[in-house]
């Protein structure tokens, strides 16, 4: 693999996307350092589970591919946070970015610096990154103020505080993964199911009359064992495209089991057809 993109890169200079993506991980930075070298249009990079790539391959991508748009270092761990920091000030048209997995990448500095540098950015995984804190998300939330979709699986340090920056300074948040955040609360459902509310004039005047498809479309709340029923169901309430009912889980809740009680608008629904045919038949 390294001795082919070593040969490859220097003839495909117009090159867009490329997805190195490995089970045995063979990419070494040299390899990196010659697609920087040569591939200064590349705009989608996928260099997961890049196990043997340092700090030197972000230095290289940040000096030769400023327009990056896409990049997935997920499982990368050998990355630092200053390499991601450094990336970050020439790398500023980022939109999606994958961290899954980078431990030492992903850290409160590390955030902050996206958030400085990355204000288009609409997609974050950070899933199993145990070194993200509230410090961190809240400045990635007011810093990314188009963030749709944001994975903090495994984020075990973050508490209330990020979702309620979150609530209030991404609008137009879509999907949060939660899973395994058990320092999560009912203030944190209160907060998102609050922001529709408040933001609700605001944002039908930016969308004119598309109100109805803003606001979370999916929600993973899957081992947050502190949330209670009353909380989920408002948040359930405010946002109808969070779903519960067979096949349509757009909110998860596995291993809740004090949250059983929670129903979307579906049931409600569905409950309401049922009565109304048992009434029609007597």
């Known amino acids: 693999m390294n001795n082919l993109v070593l040969s490859l890169a220097p ?3 117009k090159l ?14 040299t390899a990196v350092e010659t697609i920087a070298k040569f591939c200064h249009d590349l705009q989608d990079l996928d260099l997961s589970k890049s196990f043997k790539l340092g700090d030197r391959s972000l230095y290289a991508l940040a000096h030769g591919c400023p327009n990056l748009t896409k990049l997935n270092i997920s499982g990368c761990t050998s990355f630092s946070d200053e390499g991601l920091e450094y990336l970050t000030k020439f790398c500023r ?3 999606i970015l994958n961290l899954c997995g980078c431990v030492k990448a992903a850290t409160d500095c590390a955030l902050q610096a996206i958030g400085q540098n ?39 340090r973050i508490t209330d505080d990020s979702v309620i ?8 948040l879509r999907s949060l993964g939660l899973y395994y955040c058990r320092n999560i609360t009912d203030t944190a459902m209160y907060s998102l199911a609050h922001s529709r509310v408040k ?34 169901q408002a948040l359930c309430d405010t946002f109808p495209a969070l779903h519960t009912c067979s096949g349509r ?34």
């Open 11 to 13: 003839k495909f200079t």
């Open 199 to 232: 933001n609700k004039a605001s944002i039908w005047q930016s969308m004119k009359g598309r109100y109805d498809e803003e606001g979370l479309r999916s929600l993973n709340i899957s081992q947050c064992t502190a949330l209670t029923p009353s909380a989920v």
């Open 93 to 95: 048209k980022l939109k």
């Open 118 to 156: 990355c204000n288009m950015l609409h997609s974050l995984n950070l899933g199993w990154c145990d070194n993200v804190g509230d410090l961190g998300v809240t400045s990635l939330a007011y810093g990314c103020p188009d963030l749709r979709c944001l994975d903090l699986c495994g984020c075990v």
């Open 165 to 172: 920056a979150l609530a209030n300074g991404c609008l137009h």
């Open 249 to 282: 889980h757009s909110l998860v809740m596995s291993g809740c089991l004090n949250l059983t009680s929670v129903h979307c608008a579906c049931a409600v629904q569905s409950h309401r057809t049922l009565n109304s045919i048992l009434h029609t038949a007597h």
């Open 16 to 29: 867009l996307t490329l997805v190195l993506r490995q089970e045995n991980p063979q990419l070494e930075d």
